[in-house]
């Protein structure tokens, strides 16, 4: 933008001192009718005088006042005269450092000096146009004595500003002392604060790897228990067991009712025992990683048949009717065939022990998840049923529910924990939900892979798995879909 962009408002020919005197005069009252700041005054008042004093006695010496409004408001003076000396560098220097722009340019026929000093934020230029033109139309001609007496009273004013100014730096300095006194003393007591909690996160952090430490070391002196007491164990049930066998075959000397009832009762006796002990040594060797999960081909009508035919034999079998899924047609899966034995046969036996009359039953299927397809398992009881309380606490091993749950119906407490260790073990999941005197429910959920055909899996180690205790009632594999009860 250039000057001819400025409002005109008053041009004044500088030809004497006095001229020099009115222009600085002119100068403080426009910028006070601006509403600019004392110190903005006397710098523009100042600046004027200086220049004019250099430039008197050009030719054609003139001092024009205007007001640019467009963009940022400001205050232009600009000095013309006819070609000839330019300003000298000092009074230029001088106005530069006391107004916010100068600007000198000269042609063949004239030289302009350009003085420009914004108005102050909020002061719209139009509201003080009048008051401005008046204000310079008034400004009387002063005298040395005049201007003297200005420059002291600018002065003296500066000089009180100046030790205001100065006074209210020494106090925010006291201030800002203060508040790095504060900082300090905070930013040292959240330091010590931090440290001494860093010292207690070390020690807290060194005690649990020291727990973890014992914790590893008692789970693994337990597992190695585990293993010692089943492995010692194991030979002389097993010597209990094969003997009563032997005992209770017929032979030339026979057994009377009495003494085969009571023979029966220690085979029975043994083979839970044994069941025991290897339990206990299938979950020591899960827990320590020893378990090997083998996947092969299984007929799961085989398994449940087997199954059937196991339990049903068993006491408790008696009073209950046991539902069995016909599974024929069900194509053969991949799984581990010993372990899915142990889980149903776990599961079966839990809820043929605590239900005293009603049913127990099987359903197998598949479900279809977002993630594939699934095995289905549910194991449903009409038993005496879980309290809400406890229906997490027997996933915990050797915990038993205690009063009428228990009694007539002894237990280690290892069959459900060691099926959900072994359905986790085959990527799989059980959840239980019961509802006392209703009956529990179980879901088994492991993941269904159909396998090729082929030939017939070797069944072996399955029936290893699920025979049935000497001595009890000879065992039956079921038809399918047939019902087993008294």
Same mark, same amino acid.
């Given at each position: ?34 509403? %600019?700041?004392?110190?903005? $005054?006397?710098?523009?008042? *100042?600046?004027? &005088? ?12 003139? !001092?024009?006042?205007?007001? +640019?409004?467009?963009?940022? @408001? ?22 530069? #450092? ?52 200005? $420059? ?10 100046? +030790? ?6 020494? #106090? ?11 900082? %300090? ?5 959240? &330091?010590?604060?931090?440290? *001494? ?36 164990? #194991? ?18 000397? /026979? ?6 009832? $009571? ?7 043994? $083979? ?29 009508? !085989? ?28 194509? =053969? ?29 099987? *359903? ?8 594939? =397809? ?7 009881? &009409? /038993? ?24 007539? #119906? ?36 492991? =993941? ?6 082929? @030939? ?31």
């Amino acid at each position: 933008m250039t000057t001819h962009d400025a409002r005109h408002l008053l041009t004044v020919p500088i030809d004497t001192v006095q001229d020099v005197f009115s222009l600085r005069r002119s100068g403080q009252e426009a910028a006070e009718a601006l509403r %600019m700041e004392r110190r903005d $005054q006397v710098r523009l008042a *100042t600046a004027l &005088s200086e220049l004019g004093r250099d430039r008197l006695g050009a030719t054609g010496l003139t !001092a024009t006042f205007g007001l +640019r409004e467009e963009g940022e @408001p400001t205050l232009v003076v600009t000095f013309q005269w006819a070609s000839g000396t330019a300003p000298a560098p000092e009074a230029l220097e001088l106005a530069t #450092r006391l107004v916010h722009r100068v600007r000198h340019t000269s042609d063949a026929s004239h030289n302009r000096l350009v003085l420009e000093q914004p108005v102050p934020e909020g002061v719209t230029p139009t509201d003080h146009r009048r008051g401005l033109r008046e204000a310079l139309r008034r400004t009387a001609p002063a005298t040395m004595a005049d201007e003297l007496r200005s $420059q002291t009273r600018d002065l003296i004013a500066t000089l009180e500003e100046t +030790r205001a100014q100065s006074e209210e730096l020494r #106090r925010l300095n006291e201030e800002l002392e203060e508040t790095n006194r504060g900082v %300090m003393a905070l930013y040292t007591e959240l &330091s010590q604060e931090l440290e *001494t909690t860093n010292s207690g996160v070390v020690a807290l952090h060194t005690e649990l790897e020291d727990k973890s430490r014992r914790l590893r070391e008692a789970s693994a002196a337990k597992t190695r228990f585990w293993t010692n007491v089943s492995h010692e164990l #194991r030979t002389p049930v097993n010597s209990v067991v094969g003997l009563t066998r032997l005992l209770l075959e017929p032979g030339p000397a /026979g057994l009377d009712e009495e003494q085969h009832r $009571q023979l029966s009762m220690i085979a029975s006796s043994g $083979q839970t025992l044994l069941s025991l002990v290897n339990d206990l040594l299938d979950v020591a060797k899960a827990e320590s990683g020893q378990l090997e999960v083998r996947r092969d081909t299984v007929d799961l009508h !085989a398994l449940v048949g087997e199954l059937g035919g196991a339990l049903t034999g068993t006491p408790r079998a008696s009073h209950v009717v046991m539902k069995l899924p016909d599974l024929r047609g069900f194509p =053969p899966v991949v799984t581990d065939e010993v372990l899915l034995t142990r889980i149903l046969r776990n599961l079966l036996s839990n809820s043929l022990k605590f239900t005293e009359k009603g049913e127990v039953g099987l *359903t197998v299927g598949e479900v279809q998840e977002p993630d594939g =397809p699934w095995l289905a398992f549910t194991v449903t009881d &009409s /038993g005496i049923g879980i309290p809400e309380a406890e229906q997490q606490r027997v996933f915990e091993e050797f915990y038993q529910v205690r009063g009428r749950h228990q009694r007539g #119906r002894p237990g280690s407490g290892l069959g459900l924990p060691y099926a959900r260790t072994l359905t986790e073990l085959l990527g799989g999941s059980l959840v239980l939900t019961s509802t006392p005197g209703q009956g529990t429910r179980v879901d088994l959920r492991l =993941p269904h892979t159909a396998a090729d055909p082929g @030939p017939e899996p070797c069944r072996t180690t399955l029936l290893a798995a699920v025979r049935p205790a000497p001595g009890t009632p000879a065992a039956h594999r079921p038809d399918g879909g047939r019902e087993h009860g008294p």
